[in-house]
């Protein structure tokens, strides 16, 4: 089995979580516990370009994030979300909770 990655750099204002690999049941661990330690605490964008699959475990991640931003006031955002995991969130009818930008250079000041 193919395990995740998950690297966390400061970008500016913004903490950049970069995954790759499948988000799933036996992966999302690692994921979740790097979000949770940022989420609601500084603004936070998640690269999921190199995402090869997501399932409902990986979704339930960012939606935890994301409603941890909103309730303080923080920014997230979804960078450059692989096919895969553009057609997952999509797949979910919540598309419209994740602001998504094209790339790094793309980030809000």
Same mark, same amino acid.
């Given at each position: 089995?193919?395990?995740?990655?998950?690297?966390?750099?400061?970008?500016?204002?913004?903490?950049?979580?970069?995954?790759?690999? &499948? @988000?799933?049941?036996?992966?999302?661990?690692? =994921?979740?516990?790097?979000?949770?330690?940022?989420?609601?605490?500084? $603004?936070?964008?998640?690269? =999921?370009?190199?995402?090869?699959?997501?399932?409902?475990?990986? @979704?339930?991640?960012?939606?935890?994030?994301?409603? $941890?931003?909103?309730?303080?006031?923080?920014?997230?955002? @979804?960078?450059? &979300?692989?096919?895969?995991?553009?057609?997952? @969130?999509?797949?979910?009818?919540?598309? $419209?909770?994740? &602001?998504?930008?094209?790339? =790094?250079? $793309?980030?809000?000041?």
């Amino acid at each position: 089995m193919t395990g995740i990655s998950v690297e966390v750099i400061e970008r500016g204002s913004w903490t950049v979580l970069t995954v790759n690999g &499948p @988000i799933n049941s036996y992966t999302y661990n690692e =994921l979740q516990e790097k979000t949770m330690r940022h989420a609601g605490r500084v $603004d936070m964008a998640v690269d =999921l370009a190199g995402v090869s699959s997501m399932t409902s475990a990986g @979704i339930g991640v960012m939606l935890a994030a994301v409603e $941890d931003a909103e309730a303080v006031g923080k920014r997230f955002v @979804i960078v450059a &979300p692989s096919e895969v995991a553009r057609l997952a @969130i999509e797949s979910t009818g919540f598309a $419209d909770r994740f &602001p998504t930008v094209p790339s =790094l250079k $793309d980030l809000p000041a």
